[in-house]
């Protein structure tokens, strides 16, 4: 399943190889988002062009999209047998065999607690002096469409409510994620875990995690249950590491997940570069070596380099695919907004062999196509974009 082939002396950077039902993963690897199954802008064809080794998709996303069709055309949902030999969703919509991850569709969920998107990420890199001076005052804005119990969360999409009434109930949790995870058909799946928020204080965090503990043995109950009956293709689990910002918390859950027999490990929540360091510094040390480590949520250049300095195996991030559709170009050298070079008439980037600069795309080109045709300007765009990381990628790894 998951081999490391060297270690480098001076950091706990490593390259390895994972493989999959679909295909081998080379590590450190650069997990591109297809939320939607699908890579936006880009055609099936574009994906096998950029190098992409693996993507991964959002299960609570494409539960609410196939959940809708069903709607539209009045159809009953159709449970996948057994003897299914058809390709996964996931693969019949991205039109390309390879590796695919889908993550438990927890994280979209919780974040629901807060009535602004923007809460998740506003405390990522703030002192706890700045925390507890606006925690009150956000808080406030918390909506009561969420109830969470030991079960999993109830929760409704429709909008804040005085409560929850039955007919906008909707629930999600560890047996259904798994369930439907299965469905999707990816060859590496998450267990069910709760992503607390920045917001949440000490005694939250210590609740949260005994929730995600629990969910933790349910999901791994589930994934033996299915290999016993050998309904499908080896599905990979990976147990999730949480806590909060808080150290005792993370080398608490660590040292748990760590002990359970999971394919692999990811480390969840949300983090500024500091804290980042921190936290893989402490909770690393107690995952067993073994097995492959996944980085959930985490992609900027900067962020990558730590990580895999830090035994970092995978990560996945949306940089690459949404900042290309906004005209942010990825280089070398930094980058750059192509809004701005409109007489500048070279390539993207000197010496790149991306898609669009084989295609001899221009900055300036570029510039003119994001005004008069943006469908195309982005699509070369996140060409451009996602062959770069992965391109980093790979000299990452040969640099080790």
Known sequence: M????????????????????????????????ATHAEIKCLKSQDIVKTKTQVVISNTYHLWNKINSKRRTHNEEPKNKTSNDKTESFLIKSLKVKMPTMTDSGGFQVF?????????????????????????????????PNVKITNKGVFFSIDGPSTKLRASQKRFLGPELSMKLQE??????????????????????????????????????????????????????????????RFKSLRVKSAKFIGSLPFDGFGIGGSFGKDEMIKTLKIVVPHLPEEKPRHLLG?????????????????????????????????????????????????????????????????KSKLNTLFKTDLPRAQRFATLHNVWFFNNLMKNIRASI
């Open 2 to 33: 998951f081999k490391i082939l060297k270690k480098d002396k001076s950091t706990n950077a490593r390259t390895g190889i994972l493989i999959t039902p679909h295909g081998k993963i080379l590590t450190p690897a650069y997990t591109i988002v």
């Open 111 to 143: 974040s629901l607690r807060y009535s602004d998107k923007r809460y998740g990420k506003i405390l990522q890199s703030t002192s706890d002096l700045f925390h507890d001076r606006i925690i009150n005052k956000i808080s406030k804005n918390k909506t």
């Open 183 to 244: 469905s999707l058909g990816a060859d590496i799946i998450f267990a069910f875990d709760e992503c607390t928020s920045p917001l949440d204080n000490l005694a939250y965090n210590k609740k949260a995690l005994v929730r995600t503990h629990r969910w933790a043995k349910i999901c791994l109950a589930q994934n033996e249950k299915r290999k016993m009956q050998n309904q499908t293709p080896k599905q990979l689990l990976f147990g999730i590491v949480q806590g909060g």
């Open 298 to 362: 985490i992609g900027k250049i900067r962020d990558v380099f730590y990580a895999v300095e830090n035994g970092i195996d995978s990560f996945d991030c949306v940089i690459p695919t949404r900042e290309a559709r906004h005209g942010r170009i990825y280089t070398q050298h930094g980058h750059y907004d192509i809004l701005k070079n409109r007489d500048k008439n070279i390539s993207l980037e000197k010496g790149c062999k991306c898609p669009a600069c084989k295609l001899n795309i221009t």
